[in-house]
Every structure is written in structure tokens, then in C-alpha cells.
């Protein structure tokens, strides 16, 4: 096994403040879902990025916010869980003139736990540069983040600069991971996400928070077509006719986007069926919360 560098990283933050689409960025690859919805992240994503003779190993996490559901526990536990379980932590914030609550309780758990963090200031592209300096010095005034880099998931700007100070806190060791491998998500789990990302995007309000997705099927044929099924659960009977759709077109829409994404990632033709069924509930369910993949193993 060859001996090179590597750092464990947990990328923490608010929801919606775009540290899937920095996971994303870093590894090169769309590993995680992305949404303009908050609490989009669920669970924690691994990406795997390679540079040099140092592998990168970021975790997503969700969005830190109140929980009132059994999945919103499961969701802050992992938060807290990863954080604990790192070599460092990037905590994601957005060039705002006060720090929020959120941000306020990661600062204590690095606190508590003692772990180094680093403060990526993201989407510095919706802002004039003279607007970061108050920012900095804020988040540096509340805690001494071992380094504070402005960047742009979107542009990629700061990127190269945030690996460089992430890779001060790598040590000698086995290669965690293959070199080609850039998560260690399950497929069926990856597909899932690929469902629920278009439902996050088609569908308004609290109807997309409210469903989960579990494959059902997914099984080769001979001639490399990959048949894949999956029920898409939703809370209340009504939401199940918005998802639907009127004749249908709204599941057509969502299967036929998230058909073409399954391609791309599994490079290889798809034939996607989706069934809708009512579990009202289920995001208080515990056994249900685990059949859909949210445990915390």
C-alpha cells in the first residue's frame, strides 16, 4: 500500500450556504446534490480529491439549524459526529456583516473539541471585494480560524489557496482511498440523491423536504442498459398528486432529468421507473429514517 499524505476535512456551516457545490468544486467531480433550497445535505458525503502526494478527504455535512424532526436529530448528530472525527474543519460561511447562530455553535464545538479549523468566506462573487475586509476581521475577532480564505465555489476563485491550507494539517500514512475514486458513496444512495435533487428543484415550498427516495431495482441487462426503479415517498396524499403532476408530466419531468444525470455518472444507458407512495410521518419514523440510508453508521 503506498505511503503518501493525507487530511480528513469536514465541511461545516449553515444550510444553503453552499458547501455541497464547494465539495463539488474541490473534487472535481458532482458527488453531492445541490440545491437553492436549505437543508438539501441530509447526510454525510465523502469526496475524495488527489493532488501531488496528498489525498483529500472532505466531508460534506448538513446544514446546522434547529432540528424538530427524529431526521433533523439524525442530521445535527452527524454534524457534530464528523466534526469530531476529523483531521480539521472547514467551516463554510457567506460574507454577511453578523454572525448567525449557527456559525456561533460550530465555534463552540471547535472550542470543545480543540480541533484546527479553517473559514472559507464562499460566493465572494455576489460581493465587491472592499465588502470582505469587515467580514474577515469579524470572524477572526470570535475565533483564531488557522487561516481565513475567500472563494467562489461557483468560479472557482480561492480554491487552489483553500487545498494549500488544508494540506499544512496532512500526515505521512496509507492511502486512505483508490487514486480514481472520488466518493465512497454507495450507488444506490448516489441515484437517490439524483431523484431528490430534481424534486428539490421542481417542486416549491414543503413538499420536496417532505419526501425521500429509496431504490428499488437497479440490475444490468446484457446489453450494458441498466434498469433502475425507485418509489418516491412523500408525507401527505396531496403531495403525492403535486409530484404526479397533472396527467403525469410532473414525475415524467423529474424522471427524465434525473435519467439523463444517471447516465453521466454511470456511464451507461438507463431505463428509470418511479412509483409515488404516502408515509405520513416518516421523518419521525426511526426504522424508516434507516431503510432510507439516514443512520449512523
Keep these: 500500500m503506498d505511503i503518501i499524505k493525507n487530511v480528513m476535512v469536514s465541511l461545516v456551516g449553515r444550510p444553503n450556504v453552499g458547501k455541497s457545490t464547494l465539495t463539488n468544486a474541490l473534487v472535481g ?52 459526529s464528523t466534526v469530531s472525527s476529523v483531521d480539521a474543519a472547514i467551516m463554510v460561511a457567506e460574507p454577511s456583516d453578523r454572525i448567525g447562530k449557527a456559525e456561533e455553535a460550530l465555534i463552540a464545538t471547535f472550542k470543545e473539541s480543540g480541533i484546527p479549523a479553517v473559514l472559507a468566506v464562499n460566493k465572494i462573487d455576489t460581493v465587491k471585494k472592499e465588502a470582505l475586509f469587515p467580514v474577515i476581521s469579524m470572524y477572526s475577532e470570535a475565533y483564531p480560524f488557522s487561516a481565513v480564505v475567500p472563494v467562489s465555489a461557483k468560479t472557482g476563485d480561492g480554491l487552489k489557496e483553500l487545498l494549500d491550507e488544508i494540506e499544512k494539517f496532512a500526515e505521512k500514512g496509507p492511502q486512505l482511498f483508490p487514486a480514481g475514486m472520488v466518493s465512497d458513496q454507495p450507488e444506490k444512495m448516489l441515484l437517490s440523491e439524483i431523484i431528490r435533487e430534481k424534486l428539490l428543484g421542481l417542486l416549491e415550498h414543503e413538499v420536496p423536504h417532505g419526501t425521500a427516495v429509496e431504490i428499488t431495482e437497479f440490475t444490468e441487462r446484457e446489453n450494458g442498459v441498466i434498469d433502475v426503479g425507485a418509489t418516491i415517498f412523500c408525507e401527505k396524499q396531496s403531495h403525492k398528486g403535486i ?30 421507473e418511479l412509483w409515488v407512495k404516502v408515509k405520513e410521518g416518516w421523518k419521525n419514523n426511526a426504522s424508516m429514517i434507516r431503510n432510507f440510508g439516514y443512520d449512523d453508521n
Excluded at 36 to 51: S, V
Excluded at 244 to 267: P, Q, S
Design 243 to 272: 409530484i404526479i403532476g397533472k396527467n403525469g408530466a410532473m414525475l415524467k419531468k423529474v424522471g427524465g432529468l434525473a435519467r439523463l444525470d444517471m447516465e453521466r455518472f454511470l456511464n451507461a444507458k438507463v431505463y428509470l
Design 29 to 80: 467531480e458532482k458527488i453531492a446534490i445541490v440545491s437553492n433550497k436549505p437543508q438539501t445535505t441530509r447526510t454525510r458525503i465523502t469526496g475524495i480529491l488527489n493532488r501531488g502526494e496528498c489525498q483529500f478527504v472532505l466531508l460534506d455535512t448538513p446544514g446546522m439549524h434547529k432540528a424538530n424532526t427524529l431526521l433533523g436529530d439524525y442530521m445535527s448528530k452527524v454534524v457534530r
